[in-house]
Structures are given as structure tokens and as C-alpha cells.
């Protein structure tokens, strides 16, 4: 058996009657690195003081894509996320279409994206890539399934890869997260492939319930194998509330994406 991933979980999601220091250092403990979300609520020097492997977090506080004033506050938001993200030593920063507001919805809902909106997106995304030059940094872009988030443009697995695709550039990749990608689309293993040359993290949880590997309806052990078997090696975050203890919760992600 051997481990051809980098295994990571989000403290956001676990341990809930726990700060998030703490959360950080059982993590780093267990041998997991640590996804995180919005860095403005966090105690950012105890965070700093575990010396954690913070894989992926919020790269923005406000913004969207495709409208020039959602975009300019996207790019001041980013630019000042990133210096959080240096001095926390984070992996990648992570994007959406547009910002979400409480329980995930949307704060700029559009049930249709026109041709200019794409190109909007486009030059939105290729100034971020300017900022990730200068900044030395990576961003990712994650799709969201809109049963949770609806009205989120640019959300689904499609449209993501076909943004990261065209734009094109190193330092920015796809956040897949597959348990979105189960609710919106399905055929895991064969957007696995689709996304393959642009992914910079794959994000984990069963379906229904959001819940750790093995909870539900996808099998988990065949998709680490499939990632493995494409030449897969990057990270793996399990972004998931846990249907019981959280330790059990993670060391059944950890076998799920043992191979």
C-alpha cells in the first residue's frame, strides 16, 4: 500500500467546539495538511504559531468575475489576501465565480452568463494571474454544484475548466471538488481526466450528507485509484463535516485514497 496524494482536510469543517489553532495542530498532528476559508475571522498569529502546512484557503473576501466594478474588488481583495497567504505559507488561494454570503448562496446570483460576462471573466482571471506573478503565489478555481449555490455564474465543473483552460496559465489552476462535481454533473473519474493537465487541488466528500468518504453514494477507493492510475500526485483536501468522531472521520479519508 502506498499514499501517491498529499492528504489535507478543512479545519473549517471539523472539531467545531474547538478554536481553529487547535484545529490546525490536531490536523498537522495526524499528518494532514490544512485547508482553511475566510482568514478575517482567524487569529492569524496563533494560526502562524502551529507551523501547519496551510494547503488552501479563501483567496478573496469580496469580488466576482464578470463585471468591472465585482472585478476590481476581486483584485484589491486578492491582493491583500495573498499577503495573508505569504506569511501563512498557504499552498494556493482559492476563487469562485462570485463571493458567497451565508450558507453558501451567491451574493451575485445570474442564472444566465452572457458571451460578455465570459470575456469579462477571462480578463478577470488573466489580471489575477498578473498578481500571482508578482506575488509568487497560485490561485485555483473551484466549481460549486448550484442545488447549493444557486445562481452562481461560472459554477460547474464545465465551465471552470473551461475558464482555467483558456486562460491558460500556470498559476492558475482548478480547484475540482468532486463532491460538487457528483451533484452537478457525476462521471467523476472521466472529469478527473478532462481537468487532469490544469488541476492544482482535488477536494473530497461523500454524497448525500457531505460527510467524510464512505458515508454515501460515491466510491471513493476507485476514484484515488483512477487519480492514481492517470498520474495524479497533487493534493487531496477532504472538505467534509464528519458523520461521527472526526479522527474516525479522517483516518477513513486517509485509507479511502490509500492505494
Not at 483567496?59 to 474588488?73: I, K, P, V
Not at 476581486?74 to 482559492?94: C, F, P, W, Y
Not at 503565489?137 to 442545488?147: D, K, P, R
Request: glycine share 12%; net charge negative.
Amino acid at each position: 500500500m502506498s499514499q501517491p496524494f498529499q492528504l489535507a482536510a478543512c479545519a473549517e469543517m471539523l472539531w467545531l467546539d474547538k478554536s481553529m489553532d487547535w484545529r490546525a495542530a490536531r490536523l498537522t498532528e495526524m499528518g494532514f495538511g490544512v485547508g482553511l476559508w475566510n482568514w478575517s475571522t482567524w487569529d492569524l498569529d496563533k494560526l502562524e504559531r502551529v507551523g501547519a502546512n496551510y494547503t488552501i484557503m479563501d483567496g478573496y473576501l469580496q469580488g466576482r468575475l464578470a463585471d468591472d466594478e465585482g472585478a476590481d474588488m476581486l483584485l484589491s481583495s486578492a491582493r491583500e489576501t495573498a499577503q495573508i497567504g505569504k506569511r501563512l505559507g498557504v499552498d494556493r488561494l482559492n476563487l469562485h465565480g462570485t463571493g458567497l454570503g451565508d450558507g453558501g448562496i451567491p451574493i451575485w446570483q445570474h442564472d444566465v452568463v452572457t458571451g460578455g460576462m465570459w470575456l469579462k471573466a477571462q480578463d478577470t482571471l488573466r489580471r489575477i494571474c498578473d498578481l500571482a506573478e508578482e506575488e509568487d503565489i497560485v490561485f485555483t478555481l473551484e466549481n460549486l454544484n448550484l442545488l447549493d449555490h444557486p445562481g452562481c455564474p461560472f459554477g460547474s465543473t464545465g465551465d471552470v475548466l473551461a475558464l482555467v483552460s483558456s486562460v491558460n496559465h500556470p498559476r492558475l489552476r482548478i480547484n475540482l471538488d468532486l463532491y460538487h462535481t457528483q451533484i452537478g454533473e457525476g462521471d467523476l473519474i472521466r472529469w478527473c481526466e478532462k481537468c487532469l493537465p490544469w488541476i492544482g487541488e482535488v477536494q473530497v466528500a461523500d454524497n448525500p450528507g457531505r460527510c467524510e468518504p464512505g458515508t454515501g453514494e460515491i466510491n471513493y477507493v476507485a476514484v484515488a485509484r483512477a487519480l492514481s492510475d492517470m498520474g495524479y500526485r497533487g493534493p487531496v483536501g477532504m472538505e467534509s463535516c464528519a458523520s461521527g468522531d472526526p479522527d474516525t472521520a479522517l483516518e477513513a479519508f486517509r485509507a479511502a485514497f490509500t492505494i
